[in-house]
């Protein structure tokens, strides 16, 4: 275990850990803690297949830099689960969603008894709810920004990198403190907590290449449909040439190229060179490749859109829309009575399903899915009023006419 202060002196001592031993007294120390802040740095803007690359860690006893990497990979972050599964350890974070993630993904772990300060800020309505917003606002101090975009997976880490991440967790611990005062003064506590549990049980699926992720670049689907055949067979040789590079896709052929590529469809590579971020080396190395692609996707052509989950918003009748319209004036209204952000409070997605479902007593409220517990039982008997209000609407003007 190797002690160090970075030069940044808004950070404290730090101890890099890179030795299994080390990491396995850790994790046995930190089972007696009764709250551990946790932050994880990963290598996705470098790398096709982006793994975790340090884990921070701040407690009572100090700040941690836990280096997968130095002992042998991710998996050797095992001595950890413990820690993460314990209901006895409180564990914070801060945007949680991304960092369980790649631990669940890398690591296989189990979480509970999570507080995530991001999602807490959000439900108190706070302005700015990042890291470095929090920190200035209850600790009057600027974080270091300037290794937001650095390259994680290269070693030996810079004591700037290091600095900048135990920057990351050194006031976790006192704003999770302060957070969940003002949660339980808001009334919200118990909105929070069942977020954190929700995150906690979340599952995603294992690395999986989405074909249709070309109908998700802004843009792709107005094109014509022989453009968007082209644009679908840019998408795959850019993914397998990312793949065979261990490369992000977006560093191999950026969206806007391949969008201009699909609607000009170039024959030769003095025309491809011609289109905005075509370099020489992307003409020397993918050049032919994407020329072949552009003549396969005029060849094949393109069929009818496939629906894509999360692929737009979904299609109303004139009740529905109605009814949705009157369930936003409400979300707007109530919203700002609680100095919330409308989509924390409700999100649209939620909205438009009980627009759809239009339902008519609370069990069939109850059973919205899209729907968050807190705010089912909040508010359910708020929204079921504006939906009979609205029937009333209806049957009135029936009448009338």
Known sequence: MTRARGPDSRVADYDLIARRA??????????HEKVVAFDTEADSFYHYFDKTCLVQIACSRGIYLVDPLALGGPAELAPLGAVFASPSVQKIFHAAEYDIYVLKRDCGFEFTNLFDTMISAQLLGYPSIGLAALAERHHGVSLPKDEQRSDWSQRPLTPNQLSYAAADVAYLLPLALTL????????????ANEEFEALTRREWPG?????????????ARGMEKT????????FLVRDARAREIDRPPFKVLGNRALLEIAERQPETLENLGEIKGITDLILRRLGRDVLAAVARGRKRG??????????GRRRMDRPTERRLAALKRWRARRAAELALDPGVLCPNAALESVSAKNPASPDEFARIPELKPWFAREFGSELLAELRADRDADETEATAS
């Open 22 to 31: 080390d990491l396995e007294a850790l994790s046995r120390d930190l089972l």
């Open 180 to 191: 969940a005062g003002e949660l339980a003064a808001a009334g919200r506590r118990t909105w």
């Open 207 to 219: 690395r999986q290449f989405d074909e249709l992720g070309y109908l998700k670049i802004k843009g």
């Open 227 to 234: 453009c968007l055949a082209v644009l679908r067979e840019l």
């Open 302 to 311: 393109h069929g009818p859109l496939p629906r894509i989950e999360g692929g």
